[in-house]
């Protein structure tokens, strides 16, 4: 499927942009028709697109070509309907191009891709990262998107992605979810101007005002509850800031618990006791949540009326 025309006249892409977690059934494998349910749940929550094969998505547990698999399915099932972000992340400059080659055929708006490092000591030096990207971008035509995670141990400076961004056409978009995220936000869109299409916010919205105050366009969050999400974002760039503000003020309890107590795991529970996957399994050695865990987010979900609580329902 080639990228459509209308993924072309929505750039810059705006907006909420959550990750959509990879679903399994609860022997562990890929459960397609899951799958395809939570990206119509996430698109009737106002998804403005949907990121796949994100850190969220687990893909640090799936085959190759488990990752195949998933990426048609969503792709074919979304059919144009909003942008879809693949991440496409990998040491090898070669695997991650082609990865991304691939992603661009089947019908991706867009990549997003980490530095290369590998466990917990395993870098390249700048240099390295320059001629990484120099082949990534080479490969592609569709937009780049860095994503700057302490995961990848790897320290980015704003000076070297305003450079990547000045140097290379399709690297516009980075999404910033280290601390202090706002000012780095900040710092960025100084020094890239307007080679910076798209300074997103990727701190999982427990920074979101600050990360909007500083200019960020777009927000990648989790998948559990991009309707809320939404209540924060469109007041904002509506020039409602007070609205906003109260709106991220109601849902932070829930932003919060989700990312210091439940990590990825959080929107397939949601999912599932809202009806829309049977299952919340990740796949071992994850665990599942402790249920008194499971409750708290649930509780906290319900008391803002999540639409995944009810959407499969």
Not at 103 to 120: I, K, S
Not at 134 to 159: F, H, N, R, Y
Not at 180 to 191: D, N, P, Q
Not at 207 to 228: I, R
Request: aromatic share 8%.
């Amino acid at each position: 499927m080639p990228v459509t025309p209308q993924h072309k006249s929505q750039r810059p892409y705006r907006g909420v942009f959550p990750v959509a977690p990879t679903i399994f059934d609860e022997r562990g494998e890929l459960d397609l028709e899951g799958q395809r349910r939570c990206i119509d749940f996430m698109i009737d929550a106002g998804s403005h697109g949907i990121c796949i094969l994100a850190n969220f998505s687990e893909q640090f547990v799936l085959t190759d070509a488990e990752r195949e698999a998933v990426m048609h399915a969503v792709l074919e099932h979304v059919a144009g309907r909003v942008p879809v972000i693949v991440t496409t992340t990998h040491f090898s400059s070669a695997v991650c191009a082609a990865r991304s080659k691939q992603a661009e055929a089947a019908g991706a708006a867009m990549v997003m891709v980490m530095p290369p490092y590998h466990g917990a000591t395993f870098r390249v030096p700048e240099k390295g990262i320059v001629e990484f990207f120099k082949v990534l971008s080479g490969a592609i035509d569709i937009p780049i998107m860095i994503q700057d995670a302490p995961v990848a141990g790897t320290p980015l400076s704003v000076e070297l992605l305003a450079r990547l961004a000045r140097e290379f056409a399709n690297i516009r978009y980075f999404k910033i979810e280290v601390a202090g995220a706002a000012a780095k936000l900040r710092s960025l869109i100084e020094a890239g101007g307007g080679d910076i299409e798209g300074p997103w916010d990727g701190e999982e919205a427990i920074t979101l005002l600050a990360d909007l105050d500083a200019g960020a366009t777009g927000a990648m969050t989790g998948g559990g509850y991009p309707d809320g999400i939404r209540q924060i974002i469109d007041p904002y760039f509506a020039g409602k800031r007070e609205e906003a503000k109260a709106a991220y003020e109601r849902w932070l309890p829930l932003i919060n618990y989700e990312n210091r107590q439940c990590g990825l795991i959080a929107c397939k529970v949601m999912m599932q006791a809202g009806g829309i996957i049977k299952s919340d399994a990740v796949r071992h050695p994850l665990q599942p949540l402790h249920p008194a865990t499971r409750a708290g987010l649930l509780e906290l979900a319900k008391e803002r009326d999540a639409l995944a609580l009810r959407w499969g329902k």
